[in-house]
C-alpha cells in the first residue's frame, strides 16, 4: 500500500519540549536518520536537527506525522536547503 504524503503535507508542525527530556514533534514527513545523539528529520517546515545524549525514539506515528523522543535535548535547530548548491547535500553541511 503506497503511502499518500500530501496527508502529511496538511498537518501542521509544533515541537513541545518538556523539561529537556520529553520532545513531541508533529508534521514529520520522515526520519532520515538517529542514534543516540542525533536525529535529523523531514518536517513541513524543512529539515529539523535535534541533538543531545541518550535519545531514544518512543513514539512513532507515521499516518499522522508524530514522533515522541526521550533523552537529556540539547539542541534543535532547522536546516535551510540552498536549492542553487543542489550538488552539496544536507548531510555534507551538518557533518562538516
Known amino acids: 500500500m503506497e503511502k499518500d504524503n500530501s496527508t502529511i503535507n496538511n498537518y501542521n508542525h509544533s515541537?513541545?519540549?518538556l523539561e529537556?527530556?520529553?520532545l513531541v514533534i508533529?508534521?514529520?514527513k520522515k526520519i532520515e536518520t538517529?542514534?543516540?545523539l542525533h536525529f535529523i528529520l523531514e518536517t513541513t517546515m524543512g529539515f529539523m536537527v535535534i541533538k543531545g545524549d541518550g535519545?531514544?525514539?518512543i513514539k512513532l506515528d507515521t499516518l499522522a506525522?508524530?514522533?515522541t523522543i526521550k533523552g537529556t535535548i540539547?539542541?534543535?535547530n532547522y536546516v535551510q536547503?540552498?536549492?542553487k548548491k543542489e550538488e552539496d547535500g544536507i548531510f555534507n553541511r551538518l557533518f562538516k
Open 20 to 22: 529537556r527530556k520529553t
Open 74 to 76: 540539547d539542541a534543535i
Open 81 to 83: 536547503e540552498n536549492k
Open 26 to 28: 508533529t508534521g514529520v
Open 55 to 57: 535519545l531514544e525514539l
Open 65 to 67: 506525522g508524530n514522533v
Open 15 to 17: 515541537v513541545s519540549l
Open 34 to 36: 538517529f542514534d543516540k
